[in-house]
Structure formats: C-alpha cells, structure tokens
C-alpha cells in the first residue's frame, strides 16, 4: 500500500501489516493558527504492532498523523470520508490480502 502523506515519495507499507480502516473525526489543519477550529472526517489505518519498522513515521501535518501503528489520514484535503468509504477500502483490502495468499500459496 502506498500512502501519498509528504513530499517526495511515497510510504511503502507491506499489506500483511494492514490490519483495517476505521473512520473518525480530529482537528482539520485548515487554519494551522487554531488547530482546533474545525473539524474533520479521517480515515485510521491501523498497522500490525508487530511491524515495528512501521509503528511511526514523519508525516505532512495537514495531511496525517502516524503515531503508534495508527495512520490518522485527514479528510479536509481528500474525498468525502463515510462509513461507506471506509467500508469499500476494508473490502478492496480483504480481497488484496486473499489474492495474495492464494499467490503465495501456488508458488
């Protein structure tokens, strides 16, 4: 999974780490003079604790967070965050994650 959160290139996080994305609500970094002036959907990607190469990284700040194998991804920059799209992204990863052990499987 590549995840666009700084300049430069993007974090490569292997999908055996990728355990599920979760919806929620934080502060929107529209105004980086008061932070918590308003609100924002985001999207939790929640990483396998035992990635520890992956528990944290440096991260744009208006863009995400990544602290404690939780990638907090800020919706003010992004789509319109829902239930049903962290509901399609759950789903899209379940299915990567089969089709790769059924690779690995027939290898």
């Known amino acids: 999974m590549l995840l666009y959160l700084r300049p430069g290139a993007p974090i490569a996080v292997p999908l055996e780490y990728v355990e599920a ?3 929620g609500q934080g ?3 529209i105004r980086p003079d008061q932070p918590d002036a ?3 959907s985001t999207i939790v990607l929640k990483i396998a604790d035992r990635a520890q190469d992956y528990a944290q990284r440096d991260v744009h ?3 995400a967070s990544w602290c404690n194998h939780y990638v907090t991804i800020r919706g003010a920059w992004c ?3 829902s239930l ?4 399609r992204l759950n789903a899209t990863l379940a299915k ?3 089709e790769r052990l059924q690779e690995s499987r027939s290898r």
Do not use: C, G, H, T
């Open 21 to 23: 994305f979760l919806i």
């Open 27 to 29: 502060p929107s970094f």
């Open 38 to 40: 308003s609100l924002a």
């Open 61 to 63: 700040e208006a863009l």
């Open 79 to 81: 789509e319109p965050l």
């Open 84 to 87: 049903d799209v962290v509901n």
């Open 96 to 98: 990567a994650q089969q």
